[in-house]
């Protein structure tokens, strides 16, 4: 065993923990970062469709900010928008000068493509893979500016002393080793949590982590019935075909080749917001003008040319994934799980109500998403909270003398592992408890919720939970134990999932992406408040939180 020391660790290297990385470092600490994957293959890098900001002079900070607030159906705190919108040019102009090469209009200037949700086009774009370009240039400034990187690397649990957190007990996966890393600021960056549910746009590694750690040391975790689902994932393997597709034009046709968004947006149509997009979708679905379980993207009216300089890589993902090329022929997509808007509550420095702890990115709750996310606003909340927490846990790091933690939290943690390690196989699986889960989840808590199915979901949590505590881990080693790895990460994603089916039970009114059948309008009387889940071994205690409003007062939504 060994013990580390560094004045801020961050826990996740996707781009709100390398954004936070780098400004913690200017800013003078000795910083270090911790990935359970290589940080380029952090899930950030699959974002596709690009990163909003009002930069030119058509547009300015406070569209951007009431877009946002009314996308949020109110429930985005407007103190945390504002800095989001505010700060978005500089962060994406920050980002160019590091080396993102955005895409250039036919005047050489930056170009912007449409998104949803949005009055203007503020979309900044790198063809249809803007994730990965922003990841990788965020990854050579780490590389250059010689941070400590502790990759492939995973946190186990967060060392909390006397209510301060000063650190983390941590796997190295090649060794199986566990070891302390004490440090004087903690921000946790570990993405979403989208494997909670089967099939989802999300990567494997998604599995909630972060928020899970912090429920378990006693942080509240905010808005988690707010889960988005993307309108356009793919049939079958839920794979995402990016909003950017829609932003370029693309239609969404029914059974009978109608434009169908007419009848719910008739303004935005297929840019309305996501919420109201998917609702659409299912509802064409459920009334019989499907296709086969979905609806129709049909690009084929863009031309080759549009499509293979800004959408190549969604028209490889249609060739590859169900044989069909967006060129000439529609695709299937249907709404599928895409990301959470809730997490871990913080404020608009990414300070958490626990000491020493910070986070931001998608694993964070600031809330600027509120009930529903407008798409290419989760790359702008990464850089521009990542770079503020990044730097108020600098600052903090300097200003405090604080006595660093012991082997013995590591010594604790092996001893748990151990004992789950030592757990007979009962014929029951991890896999399997996973994907029931997920199914599950897809069922009982989607885009149209009844409190009857959500009572389940809650029911059916609990014999989950009880399979988990019982089941056995097959691989006893040391070195790349994912299987152990698998069955540790299933524990924090059954957290996530009973604060969503426990929150979406609670909130009896229908918002954003929180639709309920049975309580189908909006109740801003009695609903316009936030619900976080603290931990209890019973299971997740709700209470209430204010929502910030400075300058948008509610009003109906209309797209
Ligand atoms: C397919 C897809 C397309 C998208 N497109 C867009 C888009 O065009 N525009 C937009 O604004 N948003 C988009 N989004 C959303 C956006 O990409 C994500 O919300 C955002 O990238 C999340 O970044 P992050 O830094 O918070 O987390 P991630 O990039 O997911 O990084 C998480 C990090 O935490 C680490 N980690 C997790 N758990 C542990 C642990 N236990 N121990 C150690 N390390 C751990 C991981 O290794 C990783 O490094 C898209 C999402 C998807 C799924």
Redo the contacts with the bound molecule.
């Keep these: 065993m060994a013990v580390f020391e560094h004045d801020v660790l961050i ?7 390398m954004r936070a990385a780098i400004s913690a470092q200017q800013e003078g600490a000795d910083v270090a970062i ?4 290589h ?1 380029v293959r ?11 900001a009002a930069i030119g002079p058509e547009d300015s900070w406070e569209d951007h900010a009431f877009d946002t607030v009314k996308g949020s159906d109110y429930l985005a705190d407007q103190d945390a928008v504002e800095v989001l919108c505010q700060e978005a040019g500089a962060e994406v102009i920050a980002m160019e000068n590091m080396g993102v090469i955005f895409h250039r209009d036919e005047t050489g200037h930056l170009g912007t493509r449409a998104f949803g949700g949005q009055q203007r086009q503020r979309t900044y774009f790198v063809g249809d893979i ?2 990965q370009a922003l990841l990788h240039v965020l990854y050579e400034q780490l590389i250059k500016h010689g941070l400590r990187v502790y990759e492939e ?3 186990t649990d967060l060392i909390v002393e006397d209510g301060v957190c000063k650190g983390a007990v941590v796997m190295e996966i090649r060794t199986g080793q566990l070891s302390v890393i004490g440090a004087r600021a903690v921000i946790i ?4 949590n ?1 494997r909670v549910y089967e099939p989802t ?2 990567a494997l ?3 909630g ?2 928020i899970g750690l912090a429920y378990r040391a006693g942080v509240p975790i905010m808005d988690m019935e707010m889960v988005q689902f993307h309108p356009t994932t793919l049939k079958g393997s839920g794979v ?1 075909i ?1 909003e ?1 597709a829609r932003g370029e034009g693309a239609h969404l046709l029914n059974a009978a080749s109608e434009r169908f968004m007419e009848k719910y947006a008739p303004n935005m149509m297929e840019l309305a917001s996501r919420d109201v997009v998917s609702r659409a979708e299912q509802t064409e679905i459920d009334e019989g003008r499907g296709v086969d379980g979905c609806v129709l993207l049909d690009c084929s009216h863009l031309g080759y040319d549009l499509i293979h300089e800004r959408l190549w890589q969604i028209r490889e993902i249609g060739l590859d994934f169900v044989g069909v090329d967006i060129v000439n022929t529609p695709i299937p997509v249907k709404p599928g799980n ?2 959470i808007m809730g997490g871990i509550k913080t404020d608009i420095n990414g300070r958490t109500p626990m000491e020493g702890l910070y986070a ?4 964070a709750c600031v809330s600027v998403h509120g009930a529903n996310r407008l ?6 909340d ?1 850089v521009v909270f ?1 770079r503020r927490s990044g730097v108020d846990a600098a600052e903090r790091a300097k200003s405090k003398e604080i006595s660093m933690p012991g082997e013995r939290y590591a010594e604790e943690v092996g001893k748990g592992i151990q004992s789950l390690l030592d757990r007979p196989l009962n014929g029951d699986r991890v896999a399997k408890i996973r994907l029931d889960m997920g199914n599950m989840m897809s069922e009982k808590a989607q885009v149209f919720r009844t409190e009857t199915k959500l009572k389940e979901a809650v029911e059916d949590l609990k014999g989950i939970r009880q399979r988990y505590d019982r089941v056995g881990v097959e691989n006893k080693g040391k070195v790349f134990n994912t299987d152990l790895l698998f069955a540790i990460e299933l524990g924090y994603m059954i957290d996530c999932a009973e604060m969503t089916a426990v929150s979406a039970v609670e909130r009896k009114e229908s918002r954003g992406a929180h639709y309920r059948v049975d309580y189908p309008e909006r109740d801003d009387a009695n609903w316009l408040k936030h619900i976080a889940c603290t931990y209890s071994p019973a299971g997740p205690q709700l209470s209430y939180m204010p929502v910030t409003i400075t300058r948008w007062q509610p009003q109906e939504r209309k797209y």
């Design positions: 826990i996740g290297a996707g781009l709100a923990g911790i990935s359970k994957v940080p952090s899930h950030s890098n699959a974002a596709q469709g690009g990163i909003n803007t994730g690397w995973f946190v960056a570990t993405g979403g989208g746009t999300n590694i998604c599995t982590d972060g995402l990016t950017g895409h990301y931001a990115g998608e694993t798409g290419a606003n989760s790359l702008l990464t990542g």
